[in-house]
Structure formats: C-alpha cells, structure tokens
C-alpha cells in the first residue's frame, strides 16, 4: 500500500476538483429509472468535478448511485435531468452517432471484465479501437505506454497465456493508447487477487502522474481507494463527502458511517 497523507474532508454539499480545469463535470445531475411504483432515484441532483491529471475514486454503499454516475458521466447512460459534460461537450447535445465518436476519441474505458478477443494477441487487442476506426496509434507513445505497464514482452501472447493481472494491464494500454481526455474504471481489480490488483492501481496512478491521464474510479475497496488522489463518497444517490490524500482507514471508517440501509448515519 503507498503510504499517504492524512486525509481531509471536504464539504459534502458540492465536490469540487483542485484542479484548475475539469476533464468531466456534472450539474444538477439527476437520473430516474421507471415510473409510479416502480420509480427508482438513482442520482439526486449530484455536482461533481474530476480534475485533469488527477485520479478520483467514487465510492459509496450498494444502490448508492456510484457506478450510474460513472456511466451517465462516461456517456454510456443518458441522464434524466442536470447536464453531464467532457471537456467542454454537453454529452445531451449528441446524437448517438456523435456520441460514438465521443468515447471512441476522448474516453477510455476499463472495466472489472478484461474484454479481450481471445484470437488477437495482446497488442492487437491494444490497438483494436484504433485500428477499427481507421486510425494508427502513435509509436511512441504506444512503447511509453507497453514499456510502464511492464507489456514489452508480452504482446505477441493471446489472452490465453496472460495471467489476470496481465490481461488487465493489456486493458489498462488499450484505454491509454488513443491518449484519451479521460479514463472511467469500473471495479478494475474486482477480478484480480492482491496482489495483481496492486500492480494495476499502481499502473493507474502511474499513467496519471507520469503521463498526465485523467482516471475516474468506481470502487467498493477502500485499500483500491486508497491510490487516488481523491475520494468522493455517494449514498442514497446523492454526494455526501469527499476525501482529499485518502488513506485506506481513513476511507474505512468513513464507510463505517452508513448504516446497514446505505444512508449517512
């Protein structure tokens, strides 16, 4: 575990970046899933920053809304009201074929599940997003990238002889090799042991302090937590908290404030 400082808590009412300039933001970000009885508040009205060149964790207790924020904000899930932005695009203002393009060019993505194609070997599935719309990656890069995740010498395999940790390195390098504004993860090492989790949040914040990435990540392990620079707590669909330099135990005894129920106690 990287050691780190004392965490400090923020105001819970609007979660703010200290960053000068938002790879991603919400306002008023509201989504409402079905009607009458059936209705569910996902998000209630959530504001929220992510910093460029900085790596935030949301965390919060099951139904908190946590993982339909990153997808609303990842434009893989529309919003019911409130905007949700990249950069400076509106994700309501596209349409879906420019919202395609959107995450294709400025979005990376990484989730709990490896997805790779099991026929192609490792740098292909690197490069298969690029390649599928007709672009090449930059070499250079391309080798920065391989070289700090440790994958040098092991493009050719296939998924097949990787262990888990390496595939999801290989997931880790497909995400940054079109340089994209910002990364979500999704629960990235909810399928890796220790220590293999250890290694891919260290590659995480590595890309994020060596390379300038934006990560966003959805977590429920406050040691995973633990390596953002930032940690914003969810509950009820709604942002009650933020930690800034967050330690494991910090986060833990945070958490340990919900109630069974999932509510702020």
């Known amino acids: 575990m990287p050691s780190q400082t004392s965490a400090r808590a923020a105001a819970p009412a609007q979660a703010t970046s200290e960053a000068g300039q938002a790879a991603a933001r919400a306002t008023e970000l509201s989504k409402v899933y079905g009607q009458g009885e059936t209705r569910v508040v996902a998000l209630d009205s959530v504001s929220v920053e992510f910093g460029r060149g900085r790596f935030t964790a949301i965390m919060g207790p099951s139904g908190s809304g946590k993982s339909t924020l990153m997808h609303c ?115 990235p090492t909810g399928n890796l042991d220790s220590r293999a989790g250890s290694e891919v949040l260290d590659f995480l914040r590595q890309s994020v302090r060596e390379l300038g990435q934006t990560v966003v990540m959805v977590t429920h392990d406050p040691a995973a937590a633990a390596y953002a620079d930032r940690v914003v707590l969810l509950a009820d669909g709604r942002l009650t908290d933020e930690l800034l330099d967050p330690t494991a135990e910090r986060v833990l005894n945070r958490m340990r404030l919900f109630d069974t129920n999932g509510r702020a106690s």
């Open 73 to 187: 904000m990842a434009g893989l899930d529309s919003v019911s009201a409130g905007s949700a932005l990249i950069g400076d695009t509106e994700l309501s203002s596209l349409n879906d074929r420019q919202l395609t393009r959107l995450r294709r060019d400025k979005v990376g993505f990484v989730f709990q599940a490896f997805n790779l194609l099991p026929t192609l070997s490792a740098l292909e599935n690197i490069t298969l997003p690029m390649s599928i719309a007709g672009h090449r990656p930059d070499q250079r890069w391309l080798e920065t990238v391989v070289g700090i995740l440790g994958l040098s010498a092991r493009l050719d395999h296939r998924p097949s002889e990787l262990s888990g940790g390496q595939q999801q390195r290989v997931a880790v390098a497909r995400a940054l090799v079109s340089r994209p504004e910002i990364i979500f993860a999704d629960e």
